[in-house]
């Protein structure tokens, strides 16, 4: 007996849901979960479910559900100061000490952060900027952005013409005239089987150069990327990637935007994506793990390269036209300093690579023979297994059958939630990095059971 099906009736009619099949879903075609308390790696729902969350809600629980050292910080700071804006100077002490926190944790060549709420709308915000940096400078026509196919950047407008994902463009007229693809880093995914990731990388590197003289390199502004793709399916860079895309941006004076909304604050092992693989950027993205999701946060952090141009922009022009509402706002600010705090703490940083790597090699060692399982990659607390009819051709199964889904939806019965990543059949599993060797355990145990029960 279900413990409420009024609930379940006004979720139907009234709540219009993100990244959903709506029509099914109102007309009750699709199952739906009301999700009450959660603690540690596990939530459960009114039914009393208990499932563990091997996703951490959508990359973002980092610490774990549950922590009242952030809930109570909420609270404190809600009763002293629940909100003023950060507009003409003003600020709040969690927000400035927030900021301080985000700058000694980033790569040395940052020098100031500006907040938001979404990785959407810092990608927004990176975009302006990118605009701005290059009208200051006298370089009207320097405004187009090279992006990834299969790269997520966000589902606005502006961000989800960044995002490579046609799930994210159909009948939404994107992306916008002025953002160009390259060339997905998805090793796996080459045309050429012959290819060895070093040779793919190479050929990466050198579509990006033949896009660039196409197009003009006194046209294109900046080049944004995942340090590895997240919701394209976790799929880590070839060897010799980065190092050989960042002469090419070098070289044409293209800014690199790195957005670590996934990767930021020790997903990867490391603080961020871009110490992990040796990353220069210029500006960087990050939200989820700033706050681990107890209240929205995101930021868009500044080379001193950039703040300096947009200081001799301000002292020329006077103060730019940009900001938000709720910008730097003193609840969420507050949940992000005593987040990175327990970061710390728990020494989180560190466990989220060794226990993701024994995750991976878990999920290999399980699953890595089996006749339809074509790739077990990953790197820190990420993992993806991908899915292909028959792995010796490397051959795919026809998107109809949603195979991904079906092994996702029987995991659940199983007690653990996964992700049917939206490009391909791949299972993809981001925990939160408080996750135990036992724990992983058990994705694994629900993996193998699953997948041996939809494809034998």
Not at 9 to 36: C, K, L, N, Q
Not at 173 to 182: A, N, Q, R, Y
Not at 193 to 202: G, H, K, L, P, W
Not at 297 to 311: N, P, Q, T
Request: contains cysteine.
């Amino acid at each position: 007996m279900l413990k409420n099906d009024q609930l379940d009736a006004w979720d139907r009619d009234y709540f219009m849901h993100p990244s959903t099949h709506t029509a099914m879903h109102a007309r009750g075609e699709s199952p739906t979960r009301i999700v009450s308390k959660a603690d540690g790696v596990f939530i459960e729902d009114r039914d009393g479910t208990r499932l563990l969350d091997a996703f951490a809600g959508l990359f973002c629980v980092n610490v774990g559900h549950g922590r009242t050292e952030i809930s109570d910080a909420i609270a404190e700071q809600a009763k002293e100061l629940a909100y003023f804006h950060a507009y003409m100077g003003h600020g709040s002490e969690a927000a400035i000490t927030l900021a301080k926190m985000v700058i000694e944790r980033a790569p040395e060549n940052m020098s100031r952060v500006y907040f938001g709420l979404g990785g959407s709308d810092a990608n927004e915000t990176n975009m302006k900027m990118v605009r701005y940096y290059n009208n200051i400078l006298g370089r009207p026509e320097k405004k187009k952005i090279i992006s990834r196919w299969r790269a997520y950047h966000g589902s606005g407008l502006a961000s989800g013409s960044l995002t490579g994902l046609p799930l994210f463009h159909n009948k939404f007229d994107l992306p916008f005239e002025g953002v160009l693809h390259t060339v997905a880093p998805s090793w796996f995914s080459r045309d050429d089987i012959s290819m060895s990731e070093e040779q793919f990388s190479d050929y990466c590197a050198a579509e990006l150069e033949a896009l660039i003289e196409r197009e003009g390199a006194d046209t294109i502004a900046a080049f944004v990327g995942e340090p590895m793709l997240g919701t394209g399916g976790i799929v880590p860079p070839p060897a010799g990637y980065w190092d050989k895309i960042q002469p090419v941006l070098k070289k044409h004076d293209i800014l690199l935007i790195v957005d670590e909304v996934v990767t930021g604050f020790g997903r990867l092992g490391s603080m961020f994506g871009s110490d992990h693989f040796g990353l220069e950027a210029d500006m960087i993205t990050i939200a989820k793990g700033l706050t681990s999701a107890y209240a929205p946060l995101s930021g868009s952090i500044f080379s001193k390269k950039v703040w300096d141009v947009l200081v001799q922009g301000n002292d020329e022009f006077g103060p730019m036209g940009h900001g938000w509402t709720y910008s730097a706002h003193p609840i969420s600010a507050a949940a992000g300093v005593a987040n990175l705090k327990l970061l710390d703490e728990l020494g989180l940083v560190k466990s989220a690579g060794e226990v993701g790597a024994y995750l991976k090699a878990a999920m290999r060692d399980a699953l890595g023979d089996h006749k339809n399982v074509g790739d077990v990659r990953g790197e820190g607390m990420l993992c993806g297994v991908e899915l292909v009819e028959d792995r010796e051709k490397r051959t795919y199964f026809d998107a109809s059958r949603k195979v991904s889904a079906t092994i996702i939806a029987e995991m659940a019965s199983l007690g653990v939630i996964a992700r049917a990543m939206p490009h391909g059949n791949i299972l993809g599993f981001s925990p939160p990095l408080c996750l135990s060797k036992e724990e992983a355990d058990i994705i694994v145990d629900a993996t193998k059971k699953a997948v041996h029960a939809v494809l034998g």
